[in-house]
Nanobody, 125 residues
Framework: QVQLVESGGGLVQAGGSLRLSCAAS????????MGWFRQAPGKEREFVAG????????YYADSVKGRFTISRDNAKNTAYLQMNSLKPEDTAVYYC??????????????????WGQGTQVTVSS
């Protein structure tokens, strides 16, 4: 049974930083594609960042490129999202997602089979 557990959310002032973690269990972590998504009130869930199984390939939404960094530690079964220069528009519930299928790069929520419960990030102006 796959479990993804996010942590690290909170309240931060604009310009500040947060680091989210996603701890995975239940399947071989190094075999899964990982992604981070977010959902603000009244909006659809949107792609934030993705990382390949080895960690060698990362990709981002234009809105966070240059400010956020996705990474993973396969020995610790954990993925991370380092968020710098946070803006009020980054306020959302952040979700990590995993896929053990053959897809190499995925930006759509439909391509991920497993999801965490979400962690709230609030950026005050």
């Amino acid at each position: 049974q796959v479990q993804l557990v996010e942590s690290g959310g909170g309240l931060v002032q604009a310009g500040g930083s947060l680091r989210l973690s996603c701890a995975a269990s239940g399947r071989t972590f190094s075999n899964c594609l990982m992604g981070w998504f977010r959902q603000a009130p009244g909006k659809e869930r949107e792609f934030v960042a993705g990382i390949s199984r080895s960690g060698g390939t990362t990709y981002y939404a234009d809105s966070v490129k240059g400010r956020f960094t996705i990474s993973r530690d396969n020995a610790k079964n954990t993925a991370y999202l380092q968020m710098n220069s946070l803006k009020p528009e980054d306020t959302a519930v952040y979700y990590c997602a995993a896929d053990w299928g053959p897809v190499q790069i995925a930006r759509s929520a439909r391509e991920f089979d497993y999801w965490g419960q979400g962690t709230q990030v609030t950026v005050s102006s």
